[in-house]
Antibody
């Protein structure tokens, strides 16, 4: 069975850096992209971009490009989403999902809170 | 960017009733459209892909239809566990987008 398990909730200050993770199991990691989706509490879903574990190729939504970095470590079947300098507006739940044409399944989500 | 507009924003129905949710695209996405269900405190779950194909394990009461710019998700007879928010999503363009969601609530 395919599982995506994300790292735990984070509380950070504006300007701090952060990396959250998404560990996959149940399939060959390099065979499917990993997509990341943001959800501000009480709001809808926003596609942030995707990473190809096969060659680390990335595609970012223009809304997020330049502010985030997606990466993978194939030795431990893990994908990462990283910020160099967080803003208060980054407060949200972040989901990873296996991306094989569509998003299925999804991780449980990581709540990131950015507050001074 | 392809904009997906979902309507209505909220649908108030009783268990056993039929639910009809709409998703309209700002330009054609062929049949490259999916529907996801999200319950409070949970991750989204894929229901329908390629506009009309049910994902694995999804009950037959869920069905999808449409092509081009107009799509519909139908729940033939609402079960208590179906009260949730539903999102459409397109992959007709490299920039993937979601609709704003339709909340199906108990009347």
């Amino acid at each position: 069975e395919v599982h995506l398990v994300q790292s735990g909730a984070e509380v950070k200050k504006p300007g701090e850096s952060l990396r959250i993770s998404c560990k996959v199991s149940g399939y060959t990691f390099s065979n499917s992209w990993i997509t990341w989706v943001r959800q501000v509490p009480g709001r809808g879903l926003e596609w942030m971009g995707r990473v190809d574990p096969y060659d680390s190729d990335t595609t970012y939504s223009p809304s997020f490009e330049g502010h985030i970095t997606m990466s993978v470590d194939t030795s431990i079947n893990t994908a990462y989403l990283q910020w160099r300098s967080l803003k208060a507006s980054d407060t949200a739940i972040y989901y990873c999902a296996r991306h094989l044409h569509w998003f299925d399944p999804w991780g449980q989500g990581t709540l990131v809170t950015v507050s001074s | 960017e392809i904009v997906l507009t979902q309507s209505p924003a909220t649908l108030s129905l009783s268990p056993g009733e039929r639910a009809t949710l709409s998703c309209r695209a700002s330009q054609s996405v062929s049949t490259f459209l999916a529907w996801y269900q999200q319950k409070p405190g949970q991750s989204p779950r894929l229901l329908i892909y390629d506009a009309s194909e049910r994902a694995s394990g999804i009950p037959a009461r869920f069905s999808g239809s449409g092509s081009g710019t107009d799509f519909t998700l139908t729940i033939s007879s609402l079960e208590p566990e179906d009260f949730a928010t539903y999102y459409c999503q397109q992959r007709g363009d490299w920039l993937l987008t979601f609709g704003g969601g339709t909340k199906v609530e108990i009347k």
